[in-house]
C-alpha cells in the first residue's frame, strides 16, 4: 500500500518561502516520478512540479519556474517542493503524487496512481 504524506505548509506573505515535504512508503520508489500539483478553489488540479526518482531529471510549470525547486532525498524517500518568491496566486492545496509507470515526466494528474491528502498554502498579499 502505497501511502504519501504531505507537510510544510501554512501562511505566508508575499514574497516569502515555505518548504513542502512529501515522505513517501509502501514500495520501492527508485523507478518512479514523483509530482507536485496544486488546486485552487473553484479551479482544476494543476500540475507544478516533478522529478525522477533514479536520475533527478526534473520539469515545471512555466508559472513556477525559476522561483520553485522540486528534489528528492534517496535516503528518506521524501521529495520536497521549495518555493521561493511566493504570489498570493500560488493560494492553493498542494498535493504529491506519484506515477508508477512513467513515460516521461507528465504533466496530467491522470497519469499519477497515488495521491497524498494534501497541505494548504496560503500567501496574503
Known amino acids: 500500500q502505497v501511502q504519501l504524506v504531505e507537510s510544510g505548509g501554512g501562511l505566508v506573505q508575499a514574497g516569502g518561502s515555505l518548504r513542502l515535504s512529501c515522505v513517501a512508503s509502501?514500495?520501492?520508489?527508485?523507478?518512479?516520478?514523483m509530482g507536485w500539483f496544486r488546486q485552487a478553489p473553484g479551479k482544476e488540479r494543476e500540475f507544478v512540479a516533478a522529478i525522477r526518482w533514479t536520475s533527478g531529471s526534473t520539469r515545471y510549470a512555466d508559472s513556477v519556474k525559476g522561483r520553485f525547486t522540486i528534489s528528492r532525498d534517496n535516503a528518506k524517500n521524501t521529495v520536497y517542493l521549495q518555493m521561493n518568491s511566493l504570489k498570493p496566486e500560488d493560494t492553493a492545496v498542494y498535493y504529491c503524487?506519484?506515477?508508477?509507470?512513467?513515460?516521461?515526466?507528465?504533466?496530467?494528474?491522470?497519469?499519477?496512481?497515488?495521491w497524498g491528502q494534501g497541505t494548504q498554502v496560503t500567501v496574503s498579499s
Open positions: 503524487a506519484v506515477d508508477i509507470a512513467p513515460g516521461g515526466l507528465s504533466v496530467l494528474p491522470g497519469s499519477y496512481n497515488y
Open positions: 509502501g514500495r520501492t520508489f527508485s523507478r518512479y516520478v
